[in-house]
């Protein structure tokens, strides 16, 4: 819901600006400080508050798992959450970090895994 919110106030803000600055001055530069601020929003949802905004809010998140790999559990360490995935192909487990704005992704691979998946034994 949080998510929602914080997209209703940039482009309201987004908005208001084009709409003053178009009336103010000129419709091209109203244009102009709309699209930055939509810019400056992104931005900063993207490298600053997804996460936190899923984490501590209830915010919205997409995560797909790999084709033919079988997900574990996730955890959240700090504001980076790590995923642990199974690929029953090659028996190895994958924790895979995704941390804010996806820059420092990190990835934990354990050869010969062997989870206790049921239907398994």
Not at 21 to 45: D, E, M, P
Request: aromatic share 18%.
């Amino acid at each position: 819901m949080i998510t929602y919110l914080y997209w209703f106030a940039v482009i309201l803000i987004a908005a208001l600006l084009c709409w003053g600055v178009s009336r103010f001055v000129n419709y091209r530069y109203g244009i102009l400080t709309a699209l930055v601020v939509i810019l400056i929003g992104w931005g900063a949802f993207y490298f600053k508050y997804e996460q936190m905004f899923v984490k501590n809010y209830g915010g919205v998140m997409t995560i797909s798992v790999p084709d033919g790999q079988i997900h574990l559990s996730s955890t959240w360490k700090e504001d980076h959450l790590w995923i642990e995935n199974y690929d029953p192909k090659s028996n190895v487990c994958y924790f895979s970090e995704y941390s804010k704005g996806h820059m420092l992704q990190g990835q934990v691979t354990i050869k010969n895994c062997n989870p206790a998946l049921p239907g398994k034994f």
